[in-house]
């Protein structure tokens, strides 16, 4: 069994930076893959960033390429997401989740946090 906890989410206005935080206990966290997803209300949860277990490969969605930025830390069972330039439409629910498979489809992340609320004031 892994808990997965996220923090860091919060109010912030367009422009404006967060970070988010996300531990994960129980097993060896350097064997799971992470991932960062969000939610807004209406609609299905979507893939943001990932990374692999070494830390040495990451991968976003389009719409947060350039602003966004995953990584990890092994020794502290934690990986984060650095968002700068939140926009509107950023804001969501974003859930941590460990995965074993390399892959952007949340049906291959198989432990999630409850998820942390981001909100983007224009």
């Known amino acids: 069994q892994v808990q997965v906890v996220e923090s860091g989410g919060g109010l912030v206005q367009a422009g404006g930076s967060l970070r988010l935080s996300c531990v994960a206990s129980?097993?060896?966290?350097?064997?799971?893959?992470m991932g960062w997803f969000r939610q807004a209300p209406g609609k299905e949860r979507e893939f943001v960033a990932r990374i692999s277990r070494s830390g040495g490969t990451t991968n976003y969605a389009d719409s947060v390429k350039g602003r966004f930025a995953i990584s990890r830390d092994n020794a502290k069972s934690t990986v984060y997401l650095q968002m700068n330039s939140l926009k509107p439409e950023d804001t969501a629910v974003y859930y941590c989740a460990t995965g074993t498979a390399w892959s952007t489809n949340i049906h291959e992340y198989g432990y999630w946090g409850q998820g942390t609320q981001v909100t983007v004031s224009s």
């Open positions: 129980g097993r060896t966290f350097s064997m799971y893959h």
